[in-house]
């Protein structure tokens, strides 16, 4: 049953509309939410004249930030019950926008079922506490969703390690599962995994266990033969590729030992059998729109009498097709392959389609709203999304209100340009509003992946760090000459030097991580020879004045990040209501829709889902 009221929002608002209307408005005339939301970049920390912290905070914020810790700044903005301070409290205009973010911002409070069935250990294997929760707590939500709706079989859009599929498909649920996943070894693993969860059984067979562990070991060097088969001497190039070409050959993978067949083909080859014909279904595809009409074609035929559990039938005409082009231990379905139908001669019922994806990645969650429209056997959806970051744009490059803060470069322009027609927006309400629609660029996006309600005092200690490295030693290289300057009011520009991951020990100094990321730095080739001209006289005594010099800039730099992730929860409730304006925009064809919270907040923080169904 859908929630009472469609999106999770407050009490202040008394429906949805009035909601919409207020959001768009707030984050449309507010001056300091686009600042925060994507108008400014760590990068440009120390490298912009005048500073940006002087140049986007009042006055009155400045004063009141400098007498407070960063601890008590975050539990202002998103714990504290902002109740009359009194004299010392934070500025009027500070609390008037913390308390507007407040009021736009979805809920996020989730009642947990009173009982959830048992995750037994050989289904959750893999799985880690957070996994365990989302996973057993989806499950029985769709579960709970989908009763009575005539479903025969559950899309999972990026199966992944098909967690998610592997309980539905186990006891107490015994659903008919299409994982599509477009990643062949994530397929390879999760199907090893249904053996281990007992959905499925992999072939038996029997071993020379010594010429087995041989050929292993030989399989992965492909060099030398294992000591134990050498001669004291050292064996020459031929004799060794000799050596290998007899292990791999017929004869060495089957023999006659004792009256029995040795079969040594690896364990990657051994043929996979599921115990309920049809419980999964694996269909390796790249899902670029939401049509799915070829995978809909090749799901296995439902015979009209048996619309329950799968049953131990043989083996479907699809999964006999697979068996004759795939490799034993592989029977999936590939969309792009030229195969025929799933269904027999004497088909009875098309397949009832629920389409659901937990935490899928960036567009994938548009198509899989848009498949509720463009096919007629998926009936319902059920869509819980991340990687906002991974989100194209639909609307041409966003119109700032300052533009001085962001210099534009090449990587932003490209990716606001693109002009994807599946990108955010989705809805026609978003991408018309103003006559211009609503812009979120990269930054925003990616902000709005924060959970600053989940911050620890360790975690924010770390990362506060971590980005104050960055934006030094962005400093560094603006002084080195490896960030250039914008012609625009003689200003800074960052432009977009990647360093990427480091090793744990390099943010144990400022030193320690200013080494690691040169080494980065010039193991790129466009770059290395210029890295090294210009900072090869850097000393560890110069890098230390660096950090002796900026080193106050910590704090300012972590109040700027504070509320850039505070302001950036109504970036994420834009995205979400976008995908709910889109559904309700279709009234012929979707009979209801709605948005709640499935998760816990505190384990997963991304934990609103996206429901449809069809007229």
Same mark, same amino acid.
């Given at each position: 049953?859908?929630?009472?009221?469609?999106?999770?929002?407050?009490?202040?608002?008394?429906?949805?509309?009035?909601?919409?209307?207020?959001?768009?408005?707030?984050?449309?005339?507010?001056?300091?939410?686009?600042?925060?939301?994507?108008?400014?970049?760590?990068?440009?920390?120390?490298?912009?004249?005048?500073?940006?912290?002087?140049?986007?905070?009042?006055?009155?914020?400045?004063?009141?930030?400098?007498?407070?810790?960063?601890?008590?700044?975050?539990?202002?903005?998103?714990?504290?019950?902002?109740?009359?301070?009194?004299?010392?409290?934070?500025?009027?205009?500070?609390?008037?926008?913390?308390?507007?973010?407040?009021?736009?911002?979805?809920?996020?409070?989730?009642?947990?079922?009173?009982?959830?069935?048992?995750?037994?250990?050989?289904?959750?294997?893999?799985?880690?506490? *957070?996994?365990?929760?989302?996973?057993?707590?989806?499950? =029985? #939500? @769709?579960?709970?969703?989908?009763? $009575?709706?005539? !479903?025969?079989?559950?899309?999972?859009?990026?199966?992944?390690?098909?967690?998610?599929?592997?309980?539905?498909?186990?006891?107490?649920?015994?659903?008919?599962?299409?994982?599509?996943?477009?990643?062949?070894?994530?397929?390879?693993?999760?199907?090893?995994?249904?053996?281990?969860?007992?959905?499925?059984?992999?072939?038996?067979?029997?071993?020379?266990?010594?010429?087995?562990?041989?050929?292993?070991?030989?399989?992965?060097?492909?060099?030398?033969?294992?000591?134990?088969?050498?001669?004291?001497?050292?064996?020459?190039?031929?004799?060794?590729?000799?050596?290998?070409?007899?292990?791999?050959?017929?004869?060495?993978?089957?023999?006659?030992?004792?009256?029995?067949?040795?079969?040594?083909?690896?364990?990657?080859?051994? *043929?996979?059998?599921?115990?309920?014909?049809?419980?999964? =279904? #694996? @269909?390796?595809?790249?899902?670029? $729109?939401?049509? !799915?009409?070829?995978?809909?074609?090749?799901?296995?035929?439902?015979?009209?009498?048996?619309?329950?559990?799968?049953?131990?039938?043989?083996?479907?005409?699809?999964?006999?097709?697979?068996?004759?082009?795939?490799?034993?231990?592989?029977?999936?379905?590939?969309?792009?392959?030229?195969?025929?139908?799933?269904?027999?001669?004497?088909?009875?019922?098309?397949?009832?389609?629920?389409?659901?994806?937990?935490?899928?990645?960036?567009?994938?969650?548009?198509?899989?709203?848009?498949?509720?429209?463009?096919?007629?056997?998926?009936?319902?959806?059920?869509?819980?999304?991340?990687?906002?970051?991974?989100?194209?744009?639909?609307?041409?490059?966003?119109?700032?209100?300052?533009?001085?803060?962001?210099?534009?470069?090449?990587?932003?322009?490209?990716?606001?340009?693109?002009?994807?027609?599946?990108?955010?927006?989705?809805?026609?309400?978003?991408?018309?509003?103003?006559?211009?629609?609503?812009?979120?660029?990269?930054?925003?996006?990616?902000?709005?992946?924060?959970?600053?309600?989940?911050?620890?005092?360790?975690?924010?200690?770390?990362?506060?760090?971590?980005?104050?490295?960055?934006?030094?030693?962005?400093?560094?290289?603006?002084?080195?000459?490896?960030?250039?300057?914008?012609?625009?009011?003689?200003?800074?520009?960052?432009?977009?030097?990647?360093?990427?991951?480091?090793?744990?020990?390099?943010?144990?100094?400022?030193?320690?991580?200013?080494?690691?990321?040169?080494?980065?730095?010039?193991?790129?080739?466009?770059?290395?020879?210029?890295?090294?001209?210009?900072?090869?006289?850097?000393?560890?005594?110069?890098?230390?004045?660096?950090?002796?010099?900026?080193?106050?800039?910590?704090?300012?730099?972590?109040?700027?990040?504070?509320?850039?992730?505070?302001?950036?929860?109504?970036?994420?409730?834009?995205?979400?209501?976008?995908?709910?304006?889109?559904?309700?925009?279709?009234?012929?064809?979707?009979?209801?829709?709605?948005?709640?919270?499935?998760?816990?907040?505190?384990?997963?923080?991304?934990?609103?889902?996206?429901?449809?169904?069809?007229?």
């Amino acid at each position: 049953m859908p929630p009472p009221r469609a999106l999770p929002i407050s009490e202040e608002f008394s429906n949805p509309e009035s909601y919409v209307d207020s959001l768009l408005e707030f984050t449309g005339s507010s001056t300091l939410f686009q600042t925060f939301c994507g108008h400014i970049h760590i990068l440009d920390f120390l490298i912009q004249e005048p500073d940006l912290y002087s140049a986007i905070l009042p006055e009155e914020w400045q004063s009141w930030f400098g007498e407070h810790d960063v601890d008590e700044i975050l539990y202002l903005l998103v714990k504290d019950s902002l109740l009359p301070l009194g004299e010392g409290g934070p500025p009027g205009s500070l609390v008037d926008f913390i308390q507007g973010v407040r009021r736009h911002s979805l809920d996020r409070t989730w009642s947990a079922p009173t009982t959830l069935p048992h995750l037994p250990y050989h289904v959750s294997v893999g799985m880690r506490q *957070k996994k365990i929760h989302e996973v057993q707590s989806f499950a =029985q #939500y @769709i579960n709970d969703i989908s009763l $009575d709706k005539g !479903i025969t079989h559950l899309v999972d859009f990026g199966s992944g390690q098909n967690y998610l599929g592997r309980v539905l498909a186990s006891p107490p649920y015994n659903k008919r599962i299409v994982a599509i996943e477009s990643k062949r070894q994530n397929i390879e693993g999760a199907r090893k995994m249904d053996v281990t969860a007992g959905l499925a059984n992999i072939e038996k067979v029997k071993r020379d266990k010594k010429r087995y562990r041989m050929q292993q070991e030989i399989g992965s060097t492909r060099t030398k033969i294992p000591s134990a088969t050498r001669s004291n001497c050292e064996m020459t190039a031929k004799q060794q590729n000799a050596s290998v070409d007899l292990l791999f050959s017929p004869s060495a993978t089957e023999q006659r030992m004792d009256g029995f067949v040795v079969d040594q083909r690896p364990k990657a080859d051994l *043929k996979i059998t599921y115990m309920k014909s049809n419980s999964i =279904q #694996y @269909i390796e595809h790249v899902i670029k $729109d939401g049509n !799915i009409s070829d995978i809909v074609g090749q799901i296995a035929h439902i015979s009209s009498g048996n619309l329950g559990p799968p049953s131990s039938e043989s083996t479907t005409p699809l999964v006999a097709e697979r068996q004759k082009t795939e490799p034993q231990s592989f029977q999936t379905t590939r969309v792009t392959k030229v195969m025929g139908s799933s269904h027999s001669e004497d088909s009875g019922l098309e397949p009832t389609l629920l389409v659901m994806a937990l935490h899928s990645c960036g567009n994938l969650l548009h198509h899989g709203i848009r498949s509720l429209l463009l096919n007629p056997s998926v009936k319902m959806i059920v869509l819980v999304g991340c990687c906002y970051n991974l989100v194209s744009e639909r609307l041409g490059p966003p119109s700032f209100k300052l533009p001085s803060l962001r210099p534009p470069f090449e990587r932003a322009e490209r990716l606001s340009s693109a002009f994807d027609p599946h990108g955010f927006p989705m809805s026609e309400r978003m991408s018309t509003h103003n006559g211009t629609g609503v812009h979120l660029n990269i930054t925003a996006r990616m902000m709005a992946l924060q959970a600053p309600e989940n911050w620890t005092k360790l975690d924010s200690e770390a990362f506060f760090k971590r980005h104050f490295f960055r934006a030094l030693l962005q400093r560094i290289l603006y002084d080195k000459g490896l960030v250039s300057r914008s012609a625009v009011e003689g200003r800074a520009a960052a432009n977009p030097i990647i360093i990427g991951s480091l090793r744990k020990s390099c943010y144990n100094s400022f030193n320690a991580y200013v080494r690691g990321s040169l080494v980065k730095l010039s193991e790129d080739s466009s770059r290395a020879k210029l890295v090294e001209e210009r900072l090869e006289g850097l000393t560890d005594e110069q890098i230390e004045a660096y950090e002796v010099k900026y080193g106050a800039w910590k704090k300012k730099l972590s109040v700027i990040w504070c509320l850039m992730a505070f302001s950036a929860q109504l970036a994420e409730a834009i995205i979400i209501v976008d995908r709910w304006l889109f559904l309700k925009e279709h009234p012929n064809t979707v009979k209801e829709c709605w948005v709640e919270t499935v998760f816990d907040y505190g384990q997963s923080p991304r934990n609103l889902v996206v429901v449809g169904v069809k007229n």
